[in-house]
């Protein structure tokens, strides 16, 4: 069974930033794409930004283009989320998740995800 568990959410006042990570149990965390998702109240949960198995592509959502980026460290099964410039329309419990099927590039549907962490909040005050 994989474990997610994320971390590095808070409250932060709009054009601040906030470095999410979310780390993975397991031995083949390297074989797999990661996403990031945030859901607000009353909304559906969307995706942030994905990341391919090697790390080698990336997606971004336009709403955060340019001001977050998605990266990991295989060796620490670890995937981060920079997010810079942070506007209160972030404001969502963020989600991190990895693909059911190895060596997949960087994806953005929901279902084609099978683990989720629990989430972390983040708040941005205007």
């Known amino acids: 069974q994989v474990q997610l568990v994320e971390s590095g959410g808070g409250l932060v006042q709009a054009g601040g930033s906030l470095r999410l990570s979310c780390t993975a149990s397991?031995?083949?965390?390297?074989?797999?794409?990661m996403g990031w998702f945030r859901q607000a109240p009353g909304k559906e949960r969307d995706i942030v930004a994905a990341?391919?198995?090697?790390?080698?592509?990336?997606y971004y959502a336009d709403y955060v283009k340019g001001r977050f980026t998605i990266s990991r460290d295989n060796a620490k099964n670890t995937v981060y989320l920079q997010m810079n410039s942070l506007k209160p329309e972030d404001t969502a419990v963020y989600y991190c998740a990895r693909q059911g099927n190895p060596f997949r590039s960087a994806s953005r549907p929901v279902n084609e995800y099978n683990y989720w962490g629990q989430g972390t909040q983040v708040t941005v005050s205007s």
């Open positions: 990341i391919s198995w090697s790390g080698g592509t990336t």
């Open positions: 397991g031995r083949t965390f390297s074989n797999y794409g």
